[in-house]
């Protein structure tokens, strides 16, 4: 009366395969996929026949081979989104990179003929730009505070005050950074108030710098001081050390003339004396990833001739991309081109008026939409806790999360932001010229009747869509 042991019941990975029948070029792939379903089987104690096991592969298979990195629609109202790549590049960038592509002249000097400078390129216009003597790029701003510091102040005592001792995000915490750079870390100061004279006391014959972090991502209020950069730069000078100032976002444009708090620009910190200036190139700069140090001819020829500048130099696409970002700037046509800037210049009464075409568009096909006047933020460590005035299209009808969800597997996926419990698209952070396809992308999903969406309730808009802006 024993029963039979279901695992006996279990086909073999040869008869799934045959069963299946897959092409020559994903045999391999399929048959360790073939393996896993049928190990899991065993282990749940199911059992099915060769054809069902075949068609649990296919399926397996094709949930392992989703393509992860989509293009979506940044309806989040977070103009540099770090999850969703932070600035998005202008189409002169794109271009740009489209053309180095193939064979370019990246090390290459076209006039002699001879080797060139990779980093060449970029660093003349950011030099202009900044009014500093020269500038190095590298992959990240987290690679230029490291290059800086193991070149100007390896071994060396690095004095950072008390509040500027941060976490980035993703683990980028400068406490960390400094020491693997083979510095020393000294802080001074309190967490809301350093002086000058605290600097002036931690510095001595073992100190190799002064290091300024920007306040990315937190703001500190009510009784706080800092020191100014330019007593900062003139301590340093005194006392032959290297002052670098990590600016974070960095900016070439004040952002004072957008409605913002005003940040420091790349030219004001140089101009307060620093010898080295660090920031992003996809944060407000408005380009690809990249690190971008400026400075004093002396450190700047430091880092670019430290051992560490080969693992953390940029690639072609990079620099192709940075450098058509740059020319922006040089043209003065940077808040016309530049995403992130024309959506950070975007006026409220222009994103309303988009923002009521949707609504209207979303209500037509019987989707519950609203236009609801919010707040955006800069986002990506930049800006802290300054927002813009924004409009948004909220969708009613189902659960946010669960509408959400949906948004996210529309094509393109939609990212949306969840505002008193309503799903919003947030329209600061989607470009005009994308307006149309968001359009379709929502309609196509939750029109098209899945259970998700609030397409069951297909009677024409309802109190939800009057709108009221
Ligand atoms: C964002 C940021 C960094 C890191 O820059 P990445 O380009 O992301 O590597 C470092 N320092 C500050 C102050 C920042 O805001």
Redesign the pocket.
Known sequence: MKRADPRRALPSVDAVLRAAGPRDAERARFTRAARDVLARARAARTSGDAATFAAQTRAALAERERLTLRSVINATGVVLQ?NLGRAPLSPRALAAIAAAAGAVSVEYDLVTGKRGERHGHAARLLADLASAEDAVVV???????LLALAALASRKEVIVARGEL?E???G?R?PDVLRRSGAKLVEVGTTNRTYARDYAGAIGAKTGAILR?????FKISGFVARAEGRELAALAREHSVAFIH????GTFLDTSRFGLGKELTVGEAIREGADVV??????LLGGP???IAVGRAESITALRTHPLMRALRPDKLTIAALLATLETYRDGTAEKELPVWRMIAATPRAIATRARSLAGTLASVGIPAEVIELRSTIG???LPEETQPSFAVAIGGAPPNRLAQTLRSADPPVISRIVDERVALDLRSVLPEDDEVLARAVTGALAKGGADGPSRHQNGPRAGARRPV
């Not at 992959?139 to 505070?145: E, H, K, L, R, T």
């Not at 990590?246 to 976002?249: I, K, Q, T, V, Y």
């Open positions: 770090t992959n990240n701003n987290a690679a230029a505070v941060v980035i995000g993703g980028f400068i972090v920007h306040a990315s991502n990590d600016l974070g976002s660090t920031f992003s190139g996809d944060k990833q990249a690190g990506g460590g930049s």
